[in-house]
């Protein structure tokens, strides 16, 4: 098929810097949409597929999947989106769209398994697939998404996986006006989940090994920050939330917010991939039939009402941004969680 160059950041090695480079896109077919990139969030997820930290990664690897840009050309058959329109592109750029799990608007869990916009498979050249950190995307209208024109748009970006992580188990589970909701880890994602179940109505509470964050949380929304290292306050928490989603990204000891869940309360882990240590006990959920859950990501339809009710509410990430050229100094500082709460690369300093 035609391609045609553009200008990327990626790194050809686990252990190599990212520098600039050029990739090949596809020519639109007729049911895609091509979109110039403007801002491009930075996630855990590119740093850890840049070094090859979950095996797998196929080089070279051009990260990126918390895309924002306009529309600089659609194919014949696109109805949704026309030339000069904003436009986002998030984790997700193909499934294959008629398993069971497709078929109800969750393709991120496609039992064929998802293209991911970057390190994925492309159906169409079966090389793999480039994300974000480059001039423009091609990308299947079913996955492109409708961006609210009152946001700042750079700060828009990171709902694209930040938020959606979050977003995803607040609508699952229901959250509401009379929810009470806690969030462990003040990042990149929990800094999402305060101010997206704070917009949902929900009583919001931060766990938090760190003092220091209380006043940045009720900055963000947060109604409460109970210190987890402090018996005194956990124990004051117990059978308190109906839902927790845990945002923490390494192995850590969940046993003592399970017993701050109410009967039929839910921790979810939207952070941690890997076996849990120490182990779960498992009593304080049998007497209170209390939940340990996973989610990842969202759906297409879901992140868009995820755009749409940031739109309503004004609700955007707090970010900081960067030129393309610091994308490695970025990856150092985000190892060392030196950012409030998500870099986002301002696109134009690739020209």
Not at 94 to 117: A, H, I, K, V
Not at 131 to 154: C, I, M, Q, T
Request: charged share 20%.
């Amino acid at each position: 098929m035609d391609t045609y160059s553009v200008k990327a950041f990626g790194t050809e090695a686990a252990d190599a810097d990212l520098k600039q480079m050029n990739i090949d896109r596809r020519e639109p077919t007729p049911t895609d949409v091509e979109i110039e990139i403007l801002y491009c969030g930075v996630c855990h997820s590119d740093l850890h597929t840049a070094r090859n930290d979950w095996g797998g990664s196929k080089y070279p690897v051009v990260p990126g999947h918390e895309i924002v840009g306009r529309v600089t050309r659609v194919g014949s058959a696109v109805t949704k989106f026309k030339t000069g329109d904003l436009a986002a592109v998030g984790c997700l750029v193909d499934s294959c769209r008629t398993c069971e799990s497709c078929r109800q608007d969750l393709e991120q869990y496609c039992l064929n398994g998802f293209t991911g916009t970057y390190n994925g498979k492309d159906k169409h050249s079966g090389k793999h697939t480039f994300g974000g950190y480059s001039e423009k995307v091609v990308v299947a209208e079913h996955f492109v998404l409708k961006v609210p024109g009152n946001l700042d748009l750079a700060a828009v970006a990171p709902l694209l996986c930040a938020g959606i992580t979050t977003w995803s188990p607040l609508r699952h589970w229901n959250v509401g006006k009379d929810s009470k909701v806690a969030v462990i880890g003040l990042g990149g994602l929990g800094h999402m989940a305060i101010k997206l179940a704070k917009g949902l109505g929900a009583a919001v509470t931060l766990f938090s090994r760190t003092p220091g964050k209380t006043q940045d949380a009720k900055e963000l929304g947060a109604d409460e920050v109970i210190i987890s290292t402090n018996e005194a306050q956990m124990k004051a928490a117990k059978g308190k939330f109906d839902l927790i989603i845990d945002t923490v990204p390494y192995v850590h000891d969940i046993n003592p917010y399970v017993g701050t869940l109410n009967i039929n309360g839910t921790i979810v882990l939207v952070g941690y991939l890997g076996p849990l240590d120490p182990m779960l006990q498992t009593v304080p959920m049998i007497m209170g039939r209390r939940s340990v859950a996973g989610s990842v990501i969202g759906g297409i339809a879901e992140t868009q009402e995820l755009l749409d009710f940031c739109g309503e509410h004004n609700i955007v990430s707090e970010i900081e941004l960067i030129n393309m050229q610091e994308i490695n100094t970025a990856y150092e500082r985000m190892l060392k969680s030196d950012v409030r709460y998500r870099f986002v690369i301002d696109m134009a300093s690739l020209k």
